[in-house]
């Protein structure tokens, strides 16, 4: 997570700096997106084959990889190879989004969404670590501004990989019975109204997140904000998306689902009007800050609702179709931010995320009929009997 959020902070600028058409800023960073959904899949695949564990550590010589390559880019001034290397990081980030489901997995039912929260709760240090890092180190190495940042990163990866060694997570091994252990069809488990709502819910809520933090940094330069500026606005944003962890699983246990995840639209919608009437940098900080905890609620509360829509034997096909199609959806935003905000202009940008956020009103809607009619029968019951009707 702090190399995500020191990506966060910089790739854009940096990409701007490289490209000889400034319209493809943001593009290093929408590839780095699209190599995490193109990776979701085989990741899954590769974890159910040789497990978790092993995975990871892949991953992270991955990234490692990344970071020296993007550090290499921008010594030589070459924006194909900054956007090699934020593809291996987007690589990464295909197989680090497991974290979550790893931890929830791990857990009985009551714990789930709390296991979640306190994987994601690890974002509080990188909000602190990944802008300061790229704050302090980008003039490390002389006339190539943040090669310094992605060369300090690598030593976060080479952490992460020696913190994962000592990961203890037993393989299960696929049983004899193919029939029996895959499951039921994908078709069968996204035709569940929750998955769907899980799906469409999480999604619109990363992808709108996704299109306005990617637009800030270049909207703050637009308006001659200093480059530290820009780095305490991300880093009270990447406070905002991780701090409420320490509750959020709480929160949701407490009140339930719905009315946690209604609380992130209506502060989406706050973060909207905010960014709306004003572009001093406590507008951009407060906005910021109100779109990471507007994330916070939707994605933990997605991701519970999620893991209740599967059995054992179907998590890795229904949590690798869930993790296609969201960063399928938010490497078009962050595609998209910087093009619009070249183009249309920062209001424009804004504008274009109210549409997405009256689209995760109107499932929550959907998730409230529901739960209505099946006086909130949980998921996991009721996938029970139809698993047990189909093998009768």
């Known amino acids: ?23 493809y800023a943001s593009l290093p960073f929408t590839l780095q997106l699209l190599a995490t959904m193109f990776t979701s899949i085989p990741a899954a695949m590769l974890m159910a084959k040789i497990g978790r564990k092993s995975s990871f550590l892949m991953g992270a010589v991955i990234a490692m990889m990344g970071a020296l390559t ?30 979550r489901f790893t931890a929830a997995d791990s857990v ?10 306190y994987v994601l709760a690890g974002g509080v240090l990188a909000a602190i670590i990944g802008p300061n890092l790229a704050n302090y180190t980008k003039d ?6 943040f090669a310094g940042s992605y060369t300090a990163i690598i030593g976060l990866y080479l952490l992460s990989f020696i913190l994962l060694s000592f990961l203890d997570l037993p393989h299960v091994k696929p049983a004899t019975n193919t029939k029996q252990n895959s499951g039921r069809s994908l078709h069968e488990i996204i035709r569940q109204p929750r998955y769907l709502i899980a799906l469409i819910s999480g999604t619109l809520g990363y992808a709108t997140m996704t299109l306005v933090m990617t637009a800030t940094p270049l909207a703050m330069q637009h308006h001659e904000h200093v480059y ?4 305490f606005v991300i880093q009270w944003h990447v406070l905002g998306m991780f701090a409420p962890s320490f509750f959020t699983g709480n929160l949701i246990k407490r009140y339930d689902l719905l009315p946690v995840m209604f609380t992130r639209a209506l502060l989406g919608l706050a973060c909207i009007f905010i960014n709306l009437i004003g572009t001093s940098v406590s507008h951009f900080w407060f906005a910021l800050l109100l779109l990471g905890i507007s994330w916070n609620f939707l994605f933990i509360g997605a991701t519970t609702l999620l893991t209740e829509t599967y059995n054992e034997n179907e998590k890795f096909k229904a949590q690798a179709l869930n993790d296609f199609f969201l960063f399928s959806v938010v490497a078009s935003a962050s595609l998209f931010a910087g093009i619009l905000h070249h183009k249309l202009g920062w209001q424009f940008v804004n504008y274009l995320a109210i549409p997405a956020i009256i689209g995760i009103i109107i499932s929550l809607v959907w998730l409230y009929k529901i739960d209505k009619i099946q006086h909130v029968q949980p998921e996991h019951e009721m996938i029970d009997e139809a698993t047990n009707t189909a093998e009768n």
């Open 108 to 117: 009985t039912a009551e714990y789930k969404s709390r296991a979640i929260s």
């Open 70 to 99: 993007c550090a290499y880019a921008v010594m030589e001034h070459n924006f194909l190879f900054f956007t090699l290397g934020s593809i291996l990081i987007g690589i990464f980030s295909g197989f680090a989004n497991y974290y």
């Open 228 to 231: 530290s500026d820009t780095a």
């Open 1 to 23: 997570m702090s190399g995500t959020s020191l990506m966060v902070a910089t790739t854009a600028l940096v990409g701007f700096a490289l490209a000889d058409d400034k319209i």
């Open 140 to 145: 490390m190495i002389s006339n190539a501004t």
